[in-house]
């Protein structure tokens, strides 16, 4: 394979990761916690989830099933040209998942961060192994197995954009609007049985992580064109792992991706890979895929989707929320720490919800109106999350808490 420069690297990200198109696709990815109903603090072993729900088969709305390091179970959807159609089928293979578990005592329990049980590692990918192993030797142990085995997320993912204007307006937005979702869905005020101060705990443990792979791409009040931005981004974080042309994983050869090019050593699949390894709250990858929100309880993991959703392709919810998220685009550390006691951001959130309630009928998603509706006035409405919750007994099952 050739070997690439570093106009390869812009191209490839001006054509692949910020390919423009009609906005109107939608995809999300859910990520659950499986959990024994008899004994919460009990871990619970990897194969013995994969054998339950490989012999359930394919999930029938077609989402992807995968296993991150500590057993979290994710369901990764199809990209759907509706919000309602994407509701329908991920709901499905949810409660696919959750009838498979059922009948062995295991159920799906949604936190952006495991409340009870410790890190317990339990991939077998090299590719995991050497990122255990990167954040050790940078200094991030204790984050970064946590990150790994304790965390939990709904990511939402979203198109670039129409053409480069308006992908730099969704862009900037997504970033505007990353600490209103950290604060309004916070739901990790937990770690290992400890309450940790944060409401967002999982955003914490981001936030301890290697920065030069965690960190907002577009930070500062910047005013960079994306592609840019990313392309900077990318060169200047340093390489996680190599694959030698013997084919083994290396952790950590101690080098940015810049000065790996200045060697003149790899190839486009390295840089796909890399690209792979960065782990910002908004990344771009042909969509924008929105990573900083916690996993919800069981029947609320559809409200970010449509409220993201909403305040991303709607035109007018657009405006509206560029309007309200402005004044708190750079609060990561008061969402996460404070949630919507922090006055800004709960200010932010009553009026992005009020416009995404507005838009969802205009999208074609009035059946999701409800339950936004329900999560507002349960939450948003009154300046809380559900971190804010009383933490249930352990005995208690998920449905019965919700």
């Excluded at 995991?128 to 200094?139: E, H, Q, S």
């Excluded at 900037?172 to 990353?178: E, F, I, V």
């Amino acid at each position: 394979m050739s070997r690439l420069t570093v106009e390869d690297v812009y191209q490839h990200v001006r054509g692949v990761c910020f390919k423009t198109g009609p906005p109107g696709t939608v995809g999300a990815e859910t990520e659950w916690f499986v959990v024994d109903a008899a004994d919460p603090a009990a871990h619970v072993r990897g194969d013995r989830v994969r054998a339950l729900v490989g012999a359930a088969g394919p999930p029938p709305g077609g989402s992807r099933v995968t296993y991150e390091p500590g057993g979290q179970l994710e369901l990764s959807s199809a990209p759907f040209r509706g919000l309602g159609e994407l509701h329908a089928e991920l709901a499905r293979d949810v409660a696919h998942v959750r009838d498979a578990l059922a009948p062995d005592g295991l159920a799906l329990a949604g936190h952006g961060v495991d409340p009870v049980r410790r890190p317990r590692y339990q991939a077998d990918h090299p590719r995991y192994a050497c990122m255990r192993d990167y954040f050790r030797a940078g200094g991030f142990p204790d984050a970064g197995l946590a990150m790994m085995c304790s965390t939990a997320s709904v990511q939402v993912n979203l198109d670039i954009g129409a053409d480069p204007g308006d992908a730099c307006r969704r862009w900037r937005l997504a970033h505007a609007l990353g600490p209103v979702l950290v604060a309004a869905f916070a739901n990790s005020p937990l770690r290992a049985g400890r309450r940790t101060g944060m409401r967002s705990s999982r955003q914490g443990i981001w936030t301890e992580l290697d920065p030069c792979r965690t960190l907002p791409v577009l930070r500062d009040g910047a005013d960079t064109d994306p592609a840019e931005a990313w392309t900077r981004y990318a060169l200047d974080a340093r390489v996680m792992l190599v694959h030698t042309a013997e084919g083994e994983w290396v952790s950590d050869p101690g080098m940015s991706f810049l000065e790996w090019l200045a060697k003149g050593e790899p190839c486009a699949d390295d840089l796909t890979y890399h690209l792979s390894t960065l782990f910002p709250p908004v990344r771009p990858r042909g969509w924008l895929e929105l990573r900083m929100i916690d996993a919800l309880p069981g029947p609320y993991w559809p409200v970010p989707v449509a409220v993201a959703t909403a305040l991303l392709d709607d035109p007018a919810a657009a405006r509206a929320a560029e309007e309200a998220a402005e004044p708190v685009a750079g609060r990561w550390a008061e969402a996460a720490r404070l949630g919507l006691s922090d006055p800004p951001l709960a200010a932010a959130s009553r009026a992005c919800f009020a416009a995404a309630l507005d838009a969802l009928p205009r999208l074609g998603a009035s059946g999701l109106v409800p339950l936004v509706d329900e999560y507002a006035r349960r939450y948003v409405e009154r300046g809380r999350c559900p971190a804010d919750d009383p933490a249930p007994p352990p005995n208690l099952s998920e449905e019965d808490a919700t």
